[in-house]
């Protein structure tokens, strides 16, 4: 079994200046939305932040050689969402799983792999349906439960990054977000 990952316990605040207060201010503008037009939102927030070269500092960057690094980098005052940086480091994979509460990421440097997944209830387990490759630009939303089940993590020979937003404060990003699933074979 995975260990738990742990966010990094660096200042959420510090960021580099501009694009998180940016980010942030459209997430939370979108969290008074209706679901569809908030996932639309968000997506599209996520997308133009992770184009900017410059939205992270040098220590967001920053990879861990034991598993993939998560990096906070702004926590809503009001509990409503977190964001955060994943440092994907080569062979580095999320396991398999669903979630607890929205979230939506973008890639912004990459590529990615992302396997998704069915849910199949008289077995209890997922089932792999496709690998995609999702490179730099690329963003998507998902609403808490089975239906979006997916694993995540980097193939290549590289450090890439995503930027990812949690529906849950950030003391709960360690334990409220990824619902782990057993799977009927491996996904490779």
Known sequence: MPQTQRASTVPAQRFAAGGIEVLAAEISAAWFEAPRDMAERVKAALRRAAAD???????????????????????????????LAIVWGPGQFSPPHAHHTWCAYAVQSGPLEETLFAWNAAEDKAVPLSTEVRNAGYGCYAGPGLDQIHRLGNSGDRPAISIHVYGVEQERISTHVNRMVETSEAAE
Do not use: K, N
């Not at 992270?56 to 960057?61: D, F, I, K, P, S």
């Not at 990096?71 to 009001?78: E, F, G, L, T």
């Open 53 to 83: 070269p410059d939205l992270l500092t040098a220590e967001q960057r920053q990879a861990s050689a034991e598993r993939y690094a998560r990096h906070v980098i702004y926590s809503d005052p009001s509990g409503r969402f977190t964001i």
